[in-house]
């Protein structure tokens, strides 16, 4: 199908072709397949149509056609040749367009025209040019009823639209009483839950308020504990300081001689003692550290300076042939940082190095990684376990099996640099593999 398909043309003249124009606007309606519905949509909207143009003292010419619209086929119905403007009409039959699919009213070379559309259903039958040659025949030989054959039919459509009427009506009341049920359902639902969330909302605030009650219970305790280290280790230093300098005095030359056992024990009570020394400084400077008593001092460090004075302090450490001391020329000429809690933390990570290396090397260098600043202390050591990396920088925690070669570890070193990296404003991690040695690195802001 190419262009439109005429069916019939008839003209609009009197009253009486109102009922003749109905009637034929269903039967085309009918055989070019559209339902009972749409049938009498149609036949009623051209009807109206009609009634409006002989209502304004003119006549017509009514055309039924075919024609492609789209990928659809739609029946066109055509009122034209009006003398009424397009305007008018437009007013008068606005209400119309809501029976079919689409009206316009517009003015022609002829005249005015209103035309209406219905679309075809994809399953109505194919209307192909023989069939359109029979509807035409049918169409010609229709034989109009009366008025009164019209009421009739009218009357049979209404009271089929008003049956159908009640059963959407029955259904929708069917529906809406399955609706209140299913919301009296939901509103059950909410309420359970609204309670079940109530319910757990108490049970979360008394949780935060547990938790909260928890969190002063454990800073309390850790301050506690912190003024506890601070003031036993301050009372320990003075007898421990005491003790290393009498076992001094016990084995200066200007002393009564000892036998050589005594001499022994005296060594023994003094390494025991300067062991002590040790861990009591070290349990000192921890507490200040958690206690937050230290405030850095912020300046611009030389690098080039602090390395040179790690080299020659250090050094004396690295009494071993086995192993190179190395503290390479910084790449970083300054810093601005704490010069002494810096240095602290870097001789903390050397000379924990140097106690765990038998054999290769110990290495300190610095780089710059965009705004920051790494500090890298590497050693040939005996490396640590993946899983023990957090591990070591807890308090009092040593390597399972590891064995300082020179002094005794307290376990509290790793853990006062990291402190000490916080509160520099940087962070202190290790990449370590057994047997391979370990690598501390002490990332810094560089200003």
Do not use: C
């Not at 439109?4 to 109102?18: E, N």
């Not at 008025?147 to 009739?152: K, R, T, W």
């Not at 036998?259 to 060594?267: A, D, I, Y």
């Not at 921890?286 to 206690?291: D, G, H, S, T, V």
Request: charged fraction near 25%.
């Amino acid at each position: 199908m190419t262009g439109p398909q005429p069916l019939l043309t008839m003209r609009l003249r009197v009253a009486q072709d109102v009922f003749l124009i109905r009637q034929l606007a269903r039967e085309v309606a009918r055989e070019v397949g559209l339902e009972q519905q749409d049938q009498t949509r149609i036949a009623t909207a051209l009807s109206e149509v009609s009634r409006v143009v002989l209502g304004g003292y003119t006549d017509a010419e009514v055309t039924f056609a075919i024609r492609p619209d789209g990928v659809s086929t739609i029946l066109r119905v055509s009122v034209e040749r009006l003398t009424l403007g397009a305007a008018r009409l437009r007013a008068e039959l606005g209400h119309v367009g809501r029976l079919v699919d689409k009206m316009e009213v517009e003015d022609g070379e002829t005249g005015t025209v209103v035309w209406m559309a219905r679309r075809l259903s994809a399953s109505a039958p194919r209307l192909t040019p023989e069939r359109l040659e029979e509807i035409r025949a049918g169409l010609s030989a229709h034989v109009p009823g009366s008025p009164l054959d019209e009421l009739n039919v009218q009357n049979q459509q209404l009271v089929t639209a008003l049956n159908e009427v009640r059963a959407q009506r029955d259904e929708l009341a069917r529906l809406n009483e399955e609706l209140e049920e299913t919301n009296r359902g939901v509103m059950a639902l909410y309420h359970q839950l609204s309670e079940e969330l109530e319910e757990t909302n108490r049970g979360v605030v008394a949780l935060y308020a547990e938790l909260d009650e928890k969190s002063e219970q454990l800073a309390a305790a850790s301050e506690a504990k912190s003024r506890f280290l601070a003031n036993v280790s301050h009372e320990l230093r003075a007898p421990v300081t005491a003790i290393i300098g009498l076992s001094r005095l016990l084995g200066d030359e200007s002393s009564d001689p000892l036998t050589t056992e005594q001499r022994r024990q005296v060594e023994l009570i003094r390494g025991s003692a300067s062991d002590l020394l040790t861990l009591v400084n070290d349990l000192l400077d921890l507490a200040k550290a958690e206690a937050g008593r230290i405030e850095p001092t912020w300046g611009q460090v030389d690098l080039k300076a602090m390395f040179g004075q790690l080299r020659g302090t250090l050094r004396p450490l690295a009494t071993r042939d086995e192993v190179t001391f190395s503290v390479d020329e910084p790449a970083v000429s300054s810093i601005r940082s704490d010069e002494v809690l810096l240095a602290r933390v870097l001789r903390n990570l050397l000379t924990n190095a140097l106690k765990f290396t038998a054999e290769g090397e110990v290495r300190l260098t610095v780089r710059a990684i965009g705004d920051d600043v790494e500090f890298v202390v590497s050693d040939t050591g005996s490396g640590i376990a993946p899983e023990l990396h957090e591990r070591i920088f807890e308090e009092f925690y040593q390597v399972p099996g590891s064995k300082a070669l020179s002094g005794k570890g307290t376990g509290l070193g790793l853990p006062y640099a990291r402190r000490l990296a916080g509160i520099l404003g940087g962070a202190l991690r290790v990449d370590s593999t057994p047997g391979e040695g370990s690598t501390f690195t002490l990332r810094l802001p560089s200003s």
